[in-house]
């Protein structure tokens, strides 16, 4: 009896379908509480090759929800440990571990000759850089986020609408999971409908899951599905998200967040601007401005909340993405 042929009996997969998860090669950003759950699933359907992102360590708060981590990981890399990890669960999956920050500049190196990205990031900034990037290229994109109990998950880009299509702004009130909270076993329903959303496409299962979006909510027990299919691409996308080695002389780096938060600036340049001094702040005229913050949605209200005219020359920096 092979690994994988409670799988390949499928009549949906075959030997075929598995032949194609092993040809293909998946990057995923984030290896935190979606990535505990995802990672193992595509490892254990035998997709052939997973690149691993995620700059940040094991803590002892994350061990509620990412459970691919135990005790004696705390401290060591979060990409090297799921690699680890994946390899003792199937040694037949070639797997490589990506000990560094996801931005820009970093996404356009590690997207070359992948079939698949998988958005597992805490980050908002960086999961709408990474849709712009995909949508250019081509390359199907499963995005999903959670917090408390409740949550989505989507496919995007490749043949469907990319994450700005469907989300071209973001809501008013939301949180992270340090602030906000959330319940381990929504993070892993999401991120095993995000396993089986990556499966279906690289098997080419129809109904397609690009251009469709799953919502959670595990407070009121309540699943809703819709397809976005149709969704037009927004005609001014919004601010551009740049990452910290694409910052110049020609910009004017502005920290959202205070010395307790942050103690160093997002950047040597950066200046402090704090939510009460907004409302008089005005960018310099002829320069670009980038406003900094951890995961990007600050810096994104610090857009909306500037004259129509000032927005075309800003751009956002996430100086904690994953």
Not at 96 to 104: E, K
Not at 189 to 213: E, W
Not at 246 to 256: P, S
Request: proline residues 8%; neutral net charge.
């Amino acid at each position: 009896m092979s690994r994988y042929s409670r799988q390949t009996v499928l009549p949906e997969v075959g030997p075929s379908g598995q032949a194609r998860l092993a040809r293909a090669r998946v990057l995923v950003i984030g290896a935190g509480g979606l990535g505990a759950t995802l990672l193992p699933q595509l490892a254990g359907a035998g997709v052939g090759k997973i690149d691993v992102v995620d700059a940040d360590t094991v803590s002892l708060s994350n061990l509620h929800r990412q459970t691919l981590f135990r005790m004696d990981h705390i401290g060591q890399p979060k990409a090297q440990v799921a690699c680890a990890e994946l390899r003792r669960l199937n040694p037949e999956v070639q797997v490589t571990p990506h000990i560094r920050r996801a931005d820009p500049p970093a996404l356009r190196d590690l997207l070359q000759g992948v079939d698949m990205t998988i958005d597992a990031a805490d980050s908002f900034a960086l999961s709408y850089a990474l849709s712009d990037l995909c949508l250019a290229r081509g390359i199907p994109m499963i995005s999903a986020s959670v917090l408390r109990r409740e949550g989505y998950v989507g496919g995007f880009c490749g043949t469907a609408p990319s994450l700005r299509a469907l989300f071209p702004d973001l809501p008013d009130t939301l949180g992270s999971c340090d602030t906000a909270g959330v319940m381990g076993p929504a993070v892993a329903m999401l991120g095993a409908l995000q396993a089986q959303m990556a499966l279906s496409v690289l098997l080419g299962h129809v109904p397609s899951a690009l251009g469709q979006l799953m919502r959670c909510d595990l407070a009121t027990w309540r699943v809703a599905s819709l397809r976005f299919d149709g969704a037009p691409e927004p005609a001014a996308p919004g601010p551009a998200i740049l990452g910290l080695s694409e910052i110049t002389e020609a910009h004017d780096v502005y920290d959202l967040r205070d010395e307790t938060e942050a103690p160093d600036p997002a950047h040597p340049k950066a200046q402090r601007l704090l939510p009460d001094e907004m409302p008089r702040f005005r960018p310099a005229p002829g320069r670009q401005t980038v406003f900094a913050c951890t995961s990007g949605l600050r810096a994104w209200r610090a857009v909306r909340a500037l004259p129509e005219t000032d927005q075309p020359a800003v751009a956002i920096l996430a100086a904690g993405a994953a």
